[in-house]
């Protein structure tokens, strides 16, 4: 796929892994449709893309009418969609009896109802593209269940069986749009920082919440979200169904495939 004079949609463009994946669509001329609640953000990463043409869209991608005016909106401006890049992510901290029914369904709405919103949304006119694709961003979550993410890897698993199964149906019908999985493992962004605090705990629950934050954040996300962004963007450019960002994430998925049982084991040894 030949990005230059295209035209891309990425939606937590503000920061972190989609401010990556902006610059490293840019530096190969590919003009930017950026979405987030950030305007600040938004702002920041603009000012890192120069010598394309850039929208800022402030979008929540849990609002069903906003994101079905997006494309309209998008067109104007562009004229045309080519690679719609469902990055928009949040995290909430605790385990699954700590965690309330309303964080959990907000994980659930943010990290996968939103991509099959946008996807339904613009999966229209990025048929009408000679190459179009959708980048959904999974995890290495999505590969891998550790304790304490049950919204999250429920959330990451289902963009996973949803891309997947989509990219099928494309396939079987036809047509030239295609879908690349990502699978990040420890990408330097602020998703543990954000997360939310689930509420009604103890202070000794929400201190101990705290350093686990902490350290998740200094000892697991390392990778430069720029590294990330070109990683996804070369992989995508190369028509690959599945992109795995870092060695922490391959790891991962080759115990998951030898042990899928048993896998948290021998990972828990190792982070340990």
């Not at 994946?21 to 600040?40: E, M, P, V």
Request: with cysteine.
């Amino acid at each position: 796929m030949k990005l230059e004079g295209r035209v891309a949609v990425v939606t937590g463009a503000g920061s972190g892994i989609g401010r990556g994946i902006s610059q490293a669509l840019a530096r190969r001329g590919c003009n930017l449709a950026l979405c987030d609640l950030n305007q600040k953000g938004m702002d920041e990463t603009r000012a890192l893309v120069p010598n394309v043409k850039v929208t800022s869209h402030k979008l929540d991608v849990t609002d069903r009418v906003a994101v079905a005016a997006l494309p309209e909106t998008v067109l104007a401006e562009h004229g045309r969609v080519d690679v719609l890049v469902n990055n928009a992510g949040v995290a909430v901290g605790g385990n699954f009896e700590q965690v309330g029914e309303e964080d959990f369904d907000w994980c659930m709405d943010v990290n996968f109802n939103a991509v099959v919103r946008l996807t339904r949304a613009f999966l229209p006119h990025l048929k009408k593209s000679d190459g179009g694709r959708i980048i959904n961003i999974s995890s290495l979550f999505g590969l891998i269940a550790p304790p304490g993410q049950t919204s999250y890897c429920a959330s990451k698993f289902a963009v996973r069986g949803f891309s997947e199964s989509l990219r099928k149906e494309l396939e079987e019908a036809g047509s030239t749009v295609g879908v690349t999985t990502i699978h990040p493992g420890g990408v330097r962004t602020n998703i543990a920082k954000n997360a939310r605090t689930p509420k009604g705990l103890t202070n000794e629950e929400v201190n101990f919440m705290e350093e686990e934050r902490e350290r998740f954040t200094r000892d697991f996300l390392v990778m430069p979200p720029e590294k990330a962004g070109e990683i996804i963007v070369s992989g995508a450019e190369r028509g690959k169904p599945r992109v795995i960002v870092g060695n922490d994430a391959r790891m991962g998925a080759l115990f998951e495939r030898l042990m899928p049982v048993g896998y948290w084991n021998i990972l828990k040894r190792n982070m340990s």
